[in-house]
């Protein structure tokens, strides 16, 4: 019985300690691994609109959350708001966060973004996907690469694509090392393969960023920008964290 009760005791001790670890913290270990936080929970410090200018009213911080607030639009763009990337370049990392999306919701995490708004006006006609999505009800959902988790246009399917109901939280992952580039979607890879091998410059050739001149540098730079993705709905965003490796 005395077993049996310290048993419960830990047991409600771990729980305990693991309830009161606060979103867009870091523990003791990430610390000592090299972790840094890319949203503090607080502001938007660190990040920017595609093209220079500060981050729209659009995004706003509430509850530890960097989100889309697309209430106001003009056509499909929402005001004031715009794709945003991070104000720091990054080659080599291990990246990690939490999203949820919103009913109908589209966005993505993009990365290796060359901010060069004469050449580029969407940081997606330089950088690399990993989709974020509604896969029931977004328009977007009608090619297995497309779907949620999945390195867009390029890879992935359904098998791999196991997203939680709209309005819980996803956790993503993307490690690129050396041109090592990892994708893990709750739990399961999606994506594991070198960039710049004829492998991938066949998969790039096949995809639409395969095609005219806006793609010239598309997956082809090993160094960039992070990117949250402005598209219909709402997306949210929390736990962001990086390694440089």
């Given at each position: 019985?005395?077993?049996?009760?310290?048993?419960?005791l830990?047991?409600?001790?771990?729980?305990?300690?693991?309830a009161?670890i606060?979103?867009?913290?870091?523990?003791?270990?990430?610390?000592?691994?090299?972790?840094?936080?890319?949203?503090?929970?607080?502001?938007a410090s660190?990040?920017?609109k595609?093209?220079?200018?500060?981050?729209?009213?659009?995004?706003k911080?509430?509850?530890?959350?960097?989100f889309?607030?697309?209430?106001?639009?003009?056509?499909?763009?929402?005001?004031d708001?715009g794709?945003?990337?991070?104000?720091?370049?990054?080659?080599?990392?291990?990246?990690?966060?939490?999203?949820?999306?919103?009913?109908n919701?589209?966005?993505?995490?993009?990365?290796?973004?060359?901010?060069?708004?004469?050449?580029?006006?969407w940081?997606?006609?330089?950088?690399?996907?990993?989709?974020?999505?509604?896969?029931?009800?977004?328009?977007?959902?009608?090619?297995?690469?497309?779907l949620?988790?999945?390195?867009?246009d390029l890879?992935?399917?359904?098998?791999?694509?196991?997203?939680?109901?709209v309005?819980?939280?996803?956790?993503?992952t993307?490690i690129?090392?050396?041109?090592?580039?990892t994708l893990?979607?709750?739990?399961?890879?999606?994506?594991?393969?070198?960039m710049?091998?004829?492998?991938?410059?066949?998969?790039?050739?096949?995809?639409?960023?395969g095609?005219?001149?806006?793609?010239?540098?598309?997956?082809?730079?090993?160094?960039g920008?992070i990117?949250?993705?402005?598209h219909?709905?709402s997306?949210?965003?929390?736990?962001?964290?990086?390694?440089?490796l």
């Amino acid at each position: 019985m005395l077993r049996l009760f310290l048993f419960v005791l830990m047991a409600c001790s771990v729980t305990t300690s693991k309830a009161q670890i606060k979103p867009n913290t870091l523990s003791r270990n990430e610390k000592r691994e090299g972790w840094t936080l890319l949203f503090d929970g607080k502001s938007a410090s660190g990040w920017h609109k595609y093209g220079g200018k500060p981050v729209g009213a659009a995004w706003k911080v509430e509850d530890g959350m960097l989100f889309l607030d697309p209430a106001q639009k003009k056509d499909w763009q929402v005001l004031d708001g715009g794709d945003i990337v991070t104000d720091r370049s990054f080659t080599n990392f291990h990246l990690k966060l939490e999203w949820k999306i919103s009913q109908n919701g589209n966005s993505g995490i993009m990365f290796y973004i060359h901010e060069d708004t004469t050449k580029y006006i969407w940081p997606w006609m330089s950088a690399p996907e990993m989709q974020v999505l509604d896969n029931i009800d977004a328009s977007d959902n009608k090619k297995e690469n497309h779907l949620a988790g999945q390195l867009y246009d390029l890879a992935g399917g359904a098998a791999t694509s196991k997203p939680n109901p709209v309005g819980e939280w996803n956790k993503a992952t993307v490690i690129q090392n050396r041109g090592h580039l990892t994708l893990i979607f709750n739990g399961i890879t999606t994506y594991d393969g070198q960039m710049f091998s004829p492998e991938w410059n066949e998969m790039v050739a096949k995809s639409k960023f395969g095609k005219g001149k806006n793609y010239a540098d598309w997956g082809k730079v090993a160094a960039g920008k992070i990117a949250f993705q402005q598209h219909p709905g709402s997306s949210s965003w929390r736990n962001v964290k990086i390694r440089l490796l």
